[in-house]
Nanobody, 121 residues
Framework: QVQLVESGGGLVQTGGSLRLSCVAS????????MSWYRQTPGKERELVAR???????DYADSVKDRFTVSGDEAKNTAYLQMNSLKPEDTAVYYC???????????????WGQGTQVTVSS
């Protein structure tokens, strides 16, 4: 019914940049926010950044001043521009969206399949 598809992950050297994209598609009425999480083996998934429909954004302390989250509401797309990457940024990055589908008043959260980001030292 709703799909989130991430792209843009890959291998980059320390100090490099990557831009992740997440496209939400399906029976979407409206989106409240789109977020980026990341996870490494043996650790819990952590919030990296969130972009809300009102234009506000939030960041984890570890990525402030290096990552920028943005969104295109008309395209149901979120972006994560990652600069000055460090080896500790290596993780699988997941996109999530808090949204409503047509015919349902309830807000629901959907997840993408994840994209690997690897930063070599």
């Amino acid at each position: 019914q709703v799909q989130l598809v991430e792209s843009g992950g890959g291998l980059v050297q320390t100090g490099g940049s990557l831009r992740l994209s997440c496209v939400a598609s399906g029976n979407i009425f409206n989106i409240d926010s789109m977020s980026w999480y990341r996870q490494t083996p043996g650790k819990e998934r952590e919030l990296v950044a969130r972009f809300s429909s009102g234009g506000t954004s939030d960041y984890a302390d570890s990525v402030k001043d290096r990552f920028t989250v943005s969104g295109d509401e008309a395209k149901n797309t979120a972006y994560l521009q990652m600069n000055s990457l460090k080896p500790e940024d290596t993780a699988v990055y997941y996109c999530s969206a808090r949204l409503r589908v047509w015919g349902n008043r309830n807000w629901e959260t959907y997840w993408g399949q994840g994209t690997q980001v690897t930063v070599s030292s």
